[in-house]
């Protein structure tokens, strides 16, 4: 069975300084990796989307860079934080493929608090 | 565009009350739709889905139509328990910008309360 981790779970930074948020999935391969953002009070909103190792893509402009540096592992970075970068983050695998009813698996997420 | 309604929360209920969150959506094709439900402090598990107009997705008790003639996916439970103290949230899938991808589109989360 297919399993995702994240971590780590809470992480309180100061502005200004560097992130970095890990994602690994198990028993799967070429999977599609997400990253979202839950803010409080809203919904989640879909920051980066990876198909393949080293192909990342965003569909918002932010403080935040992404990465995938082997097939199972993708990671959240920012070099200098912003307090606005608070929130829930939330990594997500889905199957390779577009077929309408495939569904996205999510891991525990990370709370992060920029103070 | 893309874009997923739901009900204000929190939606606070006795133990055994009938539940219903409303969810409505308005997308370009015909999406698959989702109800995800998030238990505090954790991430978020897929309830149930429905991939096309009239499919009914149930589990745990949770049931949802999707009805593409009124746009809508609401979820409903007979009885509901404390156990199911959560947010709920509706989403719908569609094809990524850049294709080779689907994204899902998610409604701001009802806060469900049961108390006993």
């Known amino acids: 069975s297919q399993t995702i981790h994240q971590w780590p779970a809470t992480l309180v930074q100061p502005v200004g300084s560097p992130l970095s948020l890990e994602c690994t999935v198990e028993?799967?391969?070429?999977?599609?990796l997400y990253w979202y953002r839950q803010a409080a009070g809203r919904g989640l909103q879909l920051l980066f989307y990876s198909v393949g190792i080293g192909q990342i893509s965003s569909e918002v402009p932010q403080n935040l860079s992404a990465s995938r540096p082997q097939d199972r592992q993708f990671i959240l970075s920012s070099k200098k934080l912003l307090l606005s970068d608070s929130g829930f983050y939330l990594c997500?695998?889905?199957?390779?493929?577009?077929?309408?009813?495939?569904?996205?698996?999510f891991g525990q997420g990370t709370r992060l608090t920029v103070v | 565009g893309n874009s997923v309604t739901q009900m204000e929360g929190p939606v606070t209920l006795s133990e055994e009350a009938f539940l219903t969150i409303n969810c409505t959506y308005t997308a370009t094709g015909y999406p698959s739709l989702f109800w995800y439900v998030q238990y505090p402090g954790e991430g978020l598990q897929l309830l149930l889905k429905a991939t096309k107009a009239d499919d009914k997705g149930s589990n745990k008790g949770f049931e949802a139509t999707y009805r593409k003639e009124t746009t809508s996916f609401h979820l409903e439970k007979g009885s509901v328990q404390v156990s199911d103290s959560a947010v709920y949230f509706c989403a719908l899938s569609v094809p990524g910008f850049s294709g080779g991808y689907n994204k899902l589109i998610f409604g701001a989360g009802t806060r469900l309360a049961v108390h006993p």
């Open positions: 997500a695998w889905s199957f390779l493929g577009t077929a309408p009813n495939t569904e996205a698996f």
């Open positions: 028993g799967t391969s070429n999977p599609n």
